[in-house]
C-alpha cells in the first residue's frame, strides 16, 4: 500500500461558548467536523484515527456517508503532535485510500487543515477537511408575555459553510422565565413563563448555539407597537427632531456588549460645555393612540457621568393627545457621581408629580447595560417600573390628562436650567419593545 501525503491548509476551531451554563464542551477539547465529497469513488465509509503520545490509546472514529458526502464529528483533546490518519473502505471492507497528518490543536483557533487521501489503486485522490462547527439560533425573542409561544430554528454549518442536517438539543439557562421543547430536527417551540432574561440554547457536538429570551412585564393580550434594534437613524418607525443633532448629538456605534442587539446602539453624546435643560437628540415615534403603553428598552450611561445639580437627567419621555399639556418621563435622578436612582415623573394638567421609588431602591450601576420598563395604564390609574426585571416603584391613583398615549421619545435631557458638562459623558440604547392595550 502507498503511504499517503496530505496537504495542509485548513480551520481546526474550537467554538469558544459562554462561561455559564450547559453549552461548554470540557476544557482543553476540540470539536471538528469532517467533510469529504466521495461521489465518484467506491468509498462507503472513512475510518479516523487520532493518536499522540500522551493520548492512550487511539480515539476511533467512523465517518458515515450520505448522498456522496462523508460528514462527521470528531471531538478530541488538545495537544501537540496529534496524528490524524484517516482510511477509506469501498463496500466490501478494502481499504481504497488513505492519508495523514500531524498537527498541533488548540482548544480555540487553530489553522485551516486538508488532508489528501491518496488512492491506493487506481481512482482519484479526496481531499477531506477538518474545521470548526458552528451553530445559530433564530430569531431573537424579544417581546414576548407570559403564556406565549414562539419557534426557534437552529443552523449548523461546518467548517466550508455547508448545512449539517442533523438534530439539536435544546435547553434553557432559566427556566422558570421560559422553557423550551423539541418540534423537529432542528426547531424548538419556547414557551414564556414569567418576566425576565434568558438564553435558550441550541447544541450540536459539544458547540451551542445561544438566543436570547426577553419576557416582559407588559399586560397579557397587549398588541406591539414598535420592536427597533437601533442599527440606523430616522428608521423603523423613528424620526429625528433636529436634523443637525446627527452625527454629532447621536450616532449609531458599535457595541459588542450590546445585550440584546449587537453591535448596533445608539449614542448620544454629551460633550464638556453641554449646557443644563438640552439633549443631544431626540428620537421619536408616534402611533394612532392606545389608552395603555408599557415600554422596555436597554439602556446604558457612561462611567463616571455627571449628575445635573437639579437631580434631573432624562432617559425616555411619553406623550399623549391632552391638548394642554401631557408629558410622562422615566429618568435617572441624582446629581454630582451619584449614587443615581429610578424616577418617574408625570407633567400633565395637574402640578407635576415626582414618583419616587418605593419597592427596591437598589442604586444604577454605571458603565453597565439595565433593561428598563414601564407600564403607563390610565385604564386602572396605574404606574409601574422596573430596572432589571425589579420592580422599582408602584402607584395607584395617578392622574392621567389625556385619552390617548400617542408619542414616544427617547429624550435624554440633561438636567433643568444652569449647570454645564465637565466631562465628556455619553448614554447609549439597545432594542425598544413597545406595547398597547387593545
Given at each position: 500500500?502507498?503511504?499517503?501525503?496530505?496537504?495542509?491548509?485548513?480551520?481546526?476551531?474550537?467554538?469558544?461558548?459562554?462561561?455559564?451554563?450547559?453549552?461548554?464542551?470540557?476544557e482543553?477539547?476540540?470539536?471538528?467536523?469532517?467533510?469529504?465529497?466521495?461521489?465518484?469513488?467506491?468509498?462507503?465509509?472513512i475510518?479516523?484515527?487520532?493518536?499522540?503520545?500522551?493520548?492512550?490509546?487511539?480515539?476511533?472514529?467512523?465517518?458515515?456517508?450520505?448522498?456522496?458526502?462523508?460528514?462527521?464529528?470528531l471531538?478530541?483533546?488538545?495537544?501537540?503532535?496529534?496524528?490524524?490518519?484517516?482510511?477509506?473502505?469501498?463496500?466490501?471492507?478494502?481499504?481504497?485510500?488513505?492519508?495523514?497528518?500531524?498537527?498541533?490543536?488548540?482548544?480555540?483557533?487553530?489553522?485551516?487543515?486538508?488532508?489528501v487521501?491518496?488512492?491506493?489503486?487506481?481512482?482519484?485522490?479526496?481531499?477531506?477537511?477538518?474545521?470548526s462547527?458552528?451553530?445559530?439560533?433564530?430569531?431573537?425573542?424579544?417581546?414576548?408575555?407570559?403564556?406565549?409561544?414562539?419557534?426557534?430554528?437552529?443552523?449548523?454549518?461546518?467548517?466550508?459553510?455547508?448545512?449539517?442536517?442533523?438534530?439539536?438539543?435544546?435547553?434553557?439557562?432559566?427556566?422558570?422565565?421560559?422553557?423550551?421543547?423539541?418540534?423537529?430536527?432542528?426547531?424548538?417551540?419556547?414557551?414564556?413563563?414569567?418576566?425576565?432574561?434568558?438564553?435558550?440554547?441550541?447544541?450540536?457536538?459539544?458547540?451551542?448555539?445561544p438566543?436570547?429570551?426577553?419576557?416582559?412585564?407588559?399586560?397579557?393580550?397587549?398588541?406591539?407597537?414598535?420592536?427597533?434594534?437601533?442599527?440606523?437613524?430616522?428608521?423603523?418607525?423613528?424620526n429625528?427632531?433636529?436634523?443637525?443633532?446627527?452625527?454629532?448629538?447621536?450616532?449609531?456605534?458599535?457595541?459588542?456588549?450590546?445585550?440584546l442587539?449587537?453591535?448596533a446602539?445608539?449614542?448620544?453624546?454629551?460633550?464638556?460645555?453641554?449646557?443644563?435643560?438640552?439633549?443631544?437628540?431626540?428620537?421619536?415615534?408616534?402611533?394612532?393612540?392606545?389608552?395603555?403603553?408599557?415600554?422596555?428598552?436597554?439602556?446604558k450611561?457612561?462611567?463616571?457621568?455627571?449628575?445635573h445639580?437639579?437631580?434631573?437627567?432624562?432617559?425616555?419621555?411619553?406623550f399623549?393627545?391632552?391638548?394642554?399639556?401631557?408629558?410622562?418621563?422615566?429618568?435617572m435622578?441624582?446629581?454630582?457621581?451619584?449614587?443615581?436612582?429610578?424616577?418617574?415623573?408625570?407633567?400633565?394638567?395637574v402640578?407635576?408629580?415626582?414618583?419616587?421609588?418605593?419597592?427596591?431602591?437598589?442604586?444604577?450601576?454605571?458603565?453597565?447595560?439595565?433593561?428598563?420598563?414601564?407600564?403607563?395604564?390610565?385604564?386602572?390609574?396605574?404606574?409601574r417600573?422596573?430596572?432589571?426585571?425589579?420592580?422599582?416603584?408602584?402607584?395607584?391613583?395617578?392622574?392621567?390628562?389625556?385619552?390617548?398615549?400617542?408619542?414616544?421619545?427617547?429624550?435624554?435631557?440633561?438636567?433643568?436650567?444652569?449647570?454645564?458638562?465637565t466631562?465628556?459623558?455619553?448614554?447609549?440604547?439597545?432594542?425598544?419593545?413597545?406595547?398597547?392595550?387593545p
Open positions: 500500500m502507498r503511504r499517503a501525503s496530505a496537504a495542509i491548509a485548513l480551520l481546526l476551531a474550537l467554538n469558544a461558548c459562554q462561561e455559564s451554563g450547559p453549552t461548554a464542551p470540557p482543553g477539547v476540540a470539536t471538528l467536523v469532517v467533510r469529504a465529497a466521495v461521489s465518484g469513488t467506491a468509498i462507503a465509509t475510518v479516523v484515527a487520532v493518536t499522540a503520545p500522551d493520548i492512550a490509546a487511539a480515539l476511533v472514529f467512523d465517518i458515515p456517508i450520505t448522498n456522496g458526502v462523508a460528514t462527521g464529528v471531538t478530541v483533546p488538545a495537544g501537540s503532535a496529534r496524528t490524524i490518519a484517516m482510511s477509506a473502505y469501498d463496500a466490501g471492507g478494502v481499504e481504497t485510500h488513505s492519508g495523514s497528518a500531524t498537527v498541533n490543536i488548540q482548544p480555540a483557533t487553530n489553522p485551516t487543515l486538508s488532508i487521501l491518496t488512492p491506493l489503486a487506481g481512482s482519484v485522490p479526496v481531499t477531506v477537511t477538518l474545521g462547527i458552528t451553530v445559530t439560533v433564530a430569531p431573537a425573542l424579544t417581546g414576548l408575555t407570559a403564556g406565549d409561544t414562539a419557534t426557534l430554528t437552529a443552523t449548523i454549518l461546518d467548517s466550508v459553510g455547508g448545512p449539517i442536517a442533523d438534530s439539536v438539543t435544546w435547553a434553557t439557562l432559566s427556566p422558570s422565565h421560559a422553557t423550551v421543547v423539541s418540534t423537529g430536527p432542528r426547531t424548538g417551540r419556547v414557551t414564556a413563563r414569567s418576566p425576565g432574561q434568558t438564553v435558550v440554547v441550541a447544541m450540536y457536538a459539544g458547540v451551542a448555539g438566543a436570547s429570551i426577553i419576557v416582559t412585564n407588559a399586560p397579557t393580550g397587549w398588541g406591539v407597537i414598535n420592536d427597533y434594534d437601533m442599527h440606523a437613524i430616522n428608521d423603523g418607525g423613528w429625528n427632531a433636529y436634523a443637525s443633532d446627527i452625527d454629532t448629538g447621536i450616532s449609531v456605534i458599535s457595541d459588542a456588549t450590546a445585550p442587539s449587537p453591535p446602539v445608539w449614542q448620544f453624546s454629551y460633550p464638556i460645555g453641554t449646557g443644563g435643560g438640552t439633549a443631544p437628540a431626540t428620537e421619536y415615534l408616534t402611533w394612532a393612540g392606545s389608552t395603555d403603553v408599557y415600554f422596555g428598552f436597554w439602556w450611561a457612561s462611567n463616571p457621568w455627571q449628575g445639580s437639579s437631580d434631573v437627567n432624562k432617559i425616555v419621555e411619553f399623549d393627545n391632552n391638548a394642554f399639556f401631557g408629558s410622562y418621563f422615566y429618568k435622578v441624582g446629581s454630582g457621581s451619584g449614587p443615581f436612582r429610578t424616577q418617574v415623573t408625570i407633567e400633565s394638567d402640578p407635576t408629580i415626582n414618583y419616587n421609588e418605593n419597592q427596591d431602591q437598589t442604586p444604577i450601576t454605571l458603565g453597565v447595560w439595565h433593561f428598563c420598563e414601564i407600564v403607563f395604564q390610565r385604564s386602572n390609574g396605574t404606574v417600573w422596573w430596572l432589571d426585571g425589579k420592580l422599582k416603584g408602584s402607584y395607584s391613583g395617578v392622574h392621567y390628562g389625556g385619552t390617548q398615549f400617542v408619542q414616544a421619545e427617547v429624550y435624554p435631557g440633561w438636567g433643568g436650567t444652569d449647570d454645564t458638562k466631562e465628556n459623558d455619553f448614554y447609549w440604547f439597545d432594542h425598544v419593545h413597545i406595547a398597547g392595550s
